[in-house]
């Protein structure tokens, strides 16, 4: 799958790729690409005001291939897409929205220019964008719990791979949004950060949001955090799996 090619410019912007794989490659996994649509419909999240994955409704932003299906949206902050493989094998594209969204840009840039106020060596010049360290937790929070209920659905037995990474990285600074207290000055150095988790998908059903939270903590140390506070992240990752805001 070449980025440059899709029906959405995620090469312009900072993004997110995920690819979620099943330990034992079964080729017709899925039986028809209707049941992959059908197992998208089943499993998506609908945790923090949008899908993940989006399903698009309209059948002009959805694709099929000779085993999988797709789906993308470019629209109003949210860029997306997606595609199930009969495989099992998932992957998911997403714009990191604080990036792509001016107003909550601005926010951001707004409050860190106020919390690292106190950093007069700081070199703004460096800053390409904004990761709201709230944001990044639920984001992979979310990619977690999908692949647990995909393992709940059967797609996923014995292991599963959890692949993310943070493309066009270098020069993103960790924010908070107004309101809450932080003063570092974390910046990623590196121009794209990624890891793959191996994980057991009864493992993954039973303590998912667990995983979670040490993947967030390995992304939040490549930008320099180090150690960081999860105490606060456990407690955001517990409202928002609970679709509390």
């Known amino acids: 799958m070449t980025e440059a090619h899709l029906p959405v410019p995620f090469h312009d912007h900072p993004h997110w ?46 694709q099929q291939g000779g085993n999988w299906v797709a789906s993308w949206i470019d629209f109003a902050g949210h ?14 594209l997403s714009a990191v929205r604080e990036c792509i969204d001016s107003q909550w840009r601005k926010e951001l840039e707004d409050a860190m220019k106020l919390n690292l106020n106190h950093i007069t060596t700081f070199d703004w010049s460096k800053v390409n964008g904004y990761v709201d360290i709230q944001n990044l937790n639920c984001t992979i929070s979310e990619i977690f719990e999908f692949a647990a209920r995909l393992s709940q659905h059967g797609i996923y037995e014995g292991t599963v791979t959890i692949e993310v990474e943070l493309r066009k990285s270098r020069g993103l600074l960790l924010a908070a949004r107004p309101g809450r ?25 039973a303590s998912g949001a667990g995983h979670a939270l040490e993947a967030t903590r390995w992304f939040l140390e490549r930008f320099g955090w180090i150690p960081p506070n999860m105490d606060p992240l456990k407690k955001d990752q517990e409202r928002f799996l609970k679709g509390i805001a």
Request: net charge negative; hydrophobic share 35%; proline share 6%.
């Open 17 to 62: 790729r995920v690819n979620l794989r099943p330990g034992l490659y079964t080729p017709e996994l899925i039986p028809s690409l209707a049941d992959c649509y059908a197992t998208i419909e089943k499993t998506r999240l609908r945790l923090g005001g949008w899908d993940f994955p989006y399903l698009n409704p309209h059948r002009n932003q959805r």
């Open 79 to 92: 860029a997306e897409y997606w595609r199930l493989y009969q495989s099992g094998q998932f992957l998911h």
């Open 181 to 205: 207290l932080w003063n570092i000055d974390c910046i990623a150095t590196e121009e794209n950060l990624g890891h793959a988790w191996e994980v057991g998908s009864d493992d993954l059903v």
